[in-house]
């Protein structure tokens, strides 16, 4: 359910916490992975296609650089390293 916030001057869509959470923006994070071509992104199209703060894509991505999941190629270009196919792991390089 979508609450409705008035103020003084705008309209405020309030979204259902689930919609902001890390797991939710994980999930549709590695969505965009799958589609990348390479696997690789730019954080600030990450940003604004989840229309989130660029500071919540940084949550996910320090996690899965933390794991060796992603390497960053440069301040706004991450790349996923693990290929993952029908359960098998193996690394795009």
Do not use: C
Not at 15 to 36: E, G, H, I, N, Q
Not at 42 to 68: F, M, P, Q, S
């Amino acid at each position: 359910m979508i609450e409705l916030q008035f103020s003084d001057r705008t309209l405020k869509l309030k979204k259902p916490r689930f919609d902001a959470s890390l797991v939710y923006l994980t999930r549709k994070f590695m969505d965009l992975v799958k589609t990348a071509p390479d696997g690789v992104l730019d954080l600030n199209e990450v940003a604004t296609t989840l229309g989130v703060r660029k500071r919540r894509v940084y949550d996910i991505t320090n996690v899965l650089d933390g794991i060796h999941l992603i390497q960053k190629r440069s301040k706004n270009l991450i790349q996923w390293v693990v290929k993952l196919s029908q359960g098998q792991v193996s690394t795009y390089q």
